[in-house]
């Protein structure tokens, strides 16, 4: 059973993975949900002045303790999450650290189909599938909610997830087979 599960775990995370590769870089659908700013010097000069450490910014027109009390310089209704990085690991090491990331979520399919009830290739990779659009719905429409991601972004990060792990489901279930009573 080990074996099968580290099997599945690295076949199916690569599957995944090769997905995401197909999604960002050779499909062009992502690209439209990504906006620009007018003028990317400015604000990445504004963005390094005020921002002396990587991490997630938030600039809210309020303060949490007290909603009432608006920041008067900051327009009504503005909001701005946003990432600050200033170094960067490279290609090799997001792509490694994505990789992993991938076979991590296929060792846990590939663990939950193990430990379900016996059931047929189908219904194992509609578990993967379900799986996937679960994963979009609770990571991906929080974001919508709460820090306004686009709706076509979000909607499109949930399907990409749904068709990673309908994918590399089909590796999985194969991968897992039917276990014996």
Request: charged share 15%.
């Amino acid at each position: 059973m080990a074996k099968r599960l580290f099997l599945s775990a690295v076949f199916g995370g690569l599957i995944a993975f090769g997905w995401g590769a197909v999604s960002w870089m050779a499909l062009s659908w992502h690209t439209p949900t990504l906006l620009r700013f007018t003028d990317e010097v400015a604000v990445a000069k504004t963005v390094q002045a005020n921002a002396p450490r990587a991490g997630v910014y938030l600039l809210l027109p309020y303060h949490w303790d007290h909603p009432a009390r608006a920041k008067a310089d900051i327009p009504k209704g503005l909001l701005f999450f946003g990432v600050v990085r200033y170094q960067s690991p490279g290609m090799l090491g997001y792509n490694l650290r994505g990789l992993g990331i991938q076979m991590l979520g296929a060792l846990v399919l590939s663990w939950l189909l193990l430990t379900l009830p016996v059931m047929g290739y189908w219904a194992r990779v509609r578990v993967c599938s379900v799986s996937g659009l679960a994963a979009g719905i609770l990571s991906r429409l929080p974001d919508w909610n709460w820090w306004s991601f686009s709706t076509d972004f979000t909607l499109l990060a949930i399907l990409d997830l749904v068709i990673a792990w309908s994918l590399a489901g089909l590796v999985i279930a194969s991968m897992v087979g039917r276990r014996q009573r």
